[in-house]
T-cell receptor
């Protein structure tokens, strides 16, 4: 039973560029959430997708956008990259609707470095 | 806005010792609280999930308690082992389906 998988594992970009990160949820899971984790900090909630729609959003600018596909996989897009966007980006999936109170399962993340 | 605090930030104990990690949150209107461990450079592994109506959950050597009224949760680890060395994070899920994490407690178990 495959868990949450994320790609790529590492990525280096320069300021002003755009990046796309990908996530495949755990088998059977249909809600996907994205988090940003800066070094030494706890994860910060970016947004959550269910039924191909953004359902909740944290305090992140519009440069951060996402998408969920019919197979429940998801992408996180970040435009006009800033040095402060350097972080570990984590994807989490859970079973059922966003309000089903099920535990979240996390992938190993994508380490994004901005030069 | 919900704030989640974890104390201590770092903890070092000899192997075999029992230990308690603390998590406090400012807004008691939560749906559930989840404890995770994170190994260096890795994602989060779920340890225990406590629903807002529950007082505690147990899994093996781990026991997590929740006191919503006081805004506190503890994670108890019995008979610690070197393999328990990791960062432990708590996360609360509140009304509006927002998720808030603490900054974690870095645990080192010395053989």
């Amino acid at each position: 039973d495959a868990g949450v998988t994320q790609s790529p594992t590492h990525l280096i970009k320069t300021r002003g560029q755009q990046v796309t990160l990908r996530c495949s949820p755990k088998s059977g899971h249909d809600t996907v959430s994205w988090y940003q984790q800066a070094l030494g900090q706890g994860p910060q909630f970016i947004f959550q997708y269910y039924e191909e729609e953004e359902r909740q959003r944290g305090n992140f600018p519009d440069r951060f956008s996402g998408h969920q596909f019919p197979n429940y996989s998801s992408e996180l897009n970040v435009n006009a990259l800033l040095l402060g966007d350097s972080a570990l980006y984590l994807c989490a999936s859970s079973l059922g609707t966003p309000y089903s109170n099920q535990p979240q399962h996390f992938g190993d993340g994508t380490r994004l470095s901005i030069l | 806005k919900q704030e989640v605090t974890q104390i201590p930030a770092a903890l070092s104990v000899p192997e075999g010792e029992n230990l308690v990690l603390n998590c406090s949150f400012t807004d008691s209107a939560i749906y559930n609280l989840q404890w995770f461990r994170q190994d260096p450079g890795k994602g989060l592994t779920s340890l225990l999930l406590i629903q807002s109506s529950q007082r505690e959950q147990t899994s093996g050597r781990l026991n997590a308690s929740l006191d919503k009224s006081s805004g506190r949760s503890t994670l108890y680890i019995a008979a610690s082992q070197p393999g328990d060395s990791a960062t432990y994070l708590c996360a609360v899920r509140r009304a509006g389906n927002q998720f808030y994490f603490g900054t974690g407690t870095s645990l080192t178990v010395i053989p």
